[in-house]
T-cell receptor
Framework: DTGVSQDPRHKITKRGQNVTFRCDPISEHNRLYWYRQTLGQGPEFLTYFQNEAQLEKSRLLSDRFSAERPKGSFSTLEIQRTEQGDSAMYLC????????????FGEGSRLTVL | GESVGLHLPTLSVQEGDNSIINCAYSNSASDYFIWYKQESGKGPQFIIDIRSNMDKRQGQRVTVLLNKTVKHLSLQIAATQPGDSAVYFCAENIISFNKFYFGSGTKLNVKP
């Protein structure tokens, strides 16, 4: 399978713990995005990378959230001191560096904070 | 700020009928408008996009219409099948910002 891969698919944690999600984009894709989705809502933009550079972060991304994309390949999204409001699906998407409307999404990592 | 929304949260259609899902947007500067399909437990899947300088684009069984005068986007699905049951999101993209903004979704139920 050469699509976008996310790990873990499900994570249950206690409030105050740190969690990390990993995304492996399609190999030739330069751009990588993180979105958050809650039940019944559309994905909300969090941040995106072009190669290894993080070009933009949403104001939704508090200082408890950090994302990296070392060497422009896989990316990690870490949430420190999790809160119940962090419970959501975290989606990763990738795309080529060209003008297009198409993002390729992974299956998502569902976070439940107890 | 940008705003993408949908008129109907749930749409039920009979198998074989045509479906029309509507979306309103507010940002005239968007370059692309896109439709995504999301099945339960899966990530969104690209269906079709349309550039802002077009008013119609057709794919396989799907047609997207863009009316910039009233800032309205629609997705037409011909001969709807049970496999079309999903939540459909419209999204918009401004190339220079390189961010995609999604609406809240319409759930399509296809009755056999």
């Amino acid at each position: 399978d050469t699509g976008v891969s996310q790990d873990p698919r499900h994570k249950i944690t206690k409030r105050g713990q740190n969690v990390t999600f990993r995304c492996d984009p399609i190999s030739e894709h330069n751009r990588l995005y993180w979105y958050r989705q809650t039940l019944g809502q559309g994905p909300e933009f969090l941040t995106y990378f072009q190669n290894e550079a993080q070009l933009e972060k949403s104001r939704l991304l508090s200082d408890r959230f950090s994302a990296e994309r070392p060497k422009g390949s896989f990316s990690t999204l870490e949430i420190q001191r999790t809160e119940q409001g962090d419970s959501a699906m975290y989606l990763c998407a990738s795309s080529l560096l060209r003008e297009t409307g198409e993002l390729f999404f992974g299956e998502g990592s569902r976070l439940t904070v107890l | 700020g940008e705003s993408v929304g949908l008129h109907l949260p749930t749409l039920s259609v009979q198998e074989g009928d045509n479906s029309i899902i509507n979306c309103a947007y507010s940002n005239s500067a968007s370059d692309y408008f896109i439709w995504y399909k999301q099945e339960s437990g899966k990530g969104p899947q690209f269906i079709i996009d349309i550039r802002s300088n077009m008013d119609k684009r057709q794919g396989q069984r799907v047609t997207v219409l863009l009316n910039k005068t009233v800032k309205h986007l629609s997705l037409q699905i011909a001969a709807t099948q049970p496999g079309d049951s999903a939540v459909y999101f419209c999204a918009e993209n401004i190339i220079s910002f390189n961010k995609f903004y999604f609406g809240s979704g319409t759930k399509l139920n296809v009755k056999p």
